[in-house]
């Protein structure tokens, strides 16, 4: 018990200490990259089932919020995914759950830039952790499986070997990505909604559960999306780069 003491007092230590933040051209390369990876289509495809994970998190964590039975999560391939839960059909419960999908990314990456900009990577990164080990426990497919040990993984090794430089580096990176690739969905859906039928989607199914329609939750989507990314950058863009630009 005494030995486990000091590396629990270290590791809330490492967890609660600020780290400083980065040059500010190291903070909009990360943003350049992120917006490579999510404007180029093949990078896209294969880095578009993070974007999925949040999403179906935030239906799963909004169906838990409203009381509704969450009986499990799917990702796919193909890099789409499905929450299915079960309670009434209809009411505030089935709306928020079915709102909470296109937003999450964005919302979760809003987050994210709070911490980083505070100096928090290490709160952040285990921040994660935790979400992808309680997703763990309800996902229903071993694709799904697959792709979240993966990310933990990862996750895990970028904690414990590499040096803080490189963590803050990659936090700013994958906030970025958050807060870029949460945008470009809802606008493939947009898209897709001109060119065919959508009545499964997030938004076909809140204009079935309310009296507005689907373009009014794109547009809604889109403002929540577009909002986050501004707030989110204005809290990672450092000082000097700010006085730089005068």
Not at 56 to 80: M, N, V
Request: hydrophobic share 55%; with cysteine.
């Amino acid at each position: 018990m005494k030995a486990v003491t000091p590396v629990v007092t270290d590791f809330l230590a490492d967890l609660t200490t600020p780290q400083p933040m980065p040059s500010w051209w190291i903070v909009l390369l990360s943003a350049g990259v992120a917006l490579v990876v999510v404007w180029q289509s093949t990078a896209w495809q294969m880095s578009r089932g993070l974007i999925t994970i949040a999403h179906e998190g935030g239906h799963a964590l909004a169906a838990l919020l409203t009381r509704r039975k969450l009986e499990g999560i799917r990702l796919h391939s193909d890099t789409s995914g499905v929450t299915l839960t079960r309670g009434r059909p209809s009411g505030p419960g089935m709306i928020f759950t079915a709102l909470a999908g296109y937003i999450a990314p964005s919302l979760l990456g809003l987050a994210g830039a709070g911490l980083v900009s505070a100096g928090y990577v290490t709160i952040l990164i285990w921040s994660m952790l935790l979400l992808l080990a309680c997703m763990l426990l309800m996902i229903r497919n071993l694709f799904g499986v697959a792709i979240l040990v993966a990310v933990g993984g990862g996750l895990l090794v970028l904690s414990i070997y590499a040096p803080p430089e490189i963590q803050a580096v990659t936090a700013h990176a994958s906030v970025w990505f958050l807060l870029l690739g949460g945008i470009r969905p809802i606008l493939e859906l947009r898209r897709k909604r001109r060119r065919q039928r959508t009545p499964d989607s997030d938004a076909d199914q809140l204009a079935r559960l309310t009296l507005l329609p689907a373009g009014f939750y794109i547009a809604y989507f889109l403002l929540v999306a577009g909002a986050s990314l501004l707030f989110g950058a204005y809290l990672m863009v450092p000082l000097d780069l700010s006085d730089l630009l005068g």
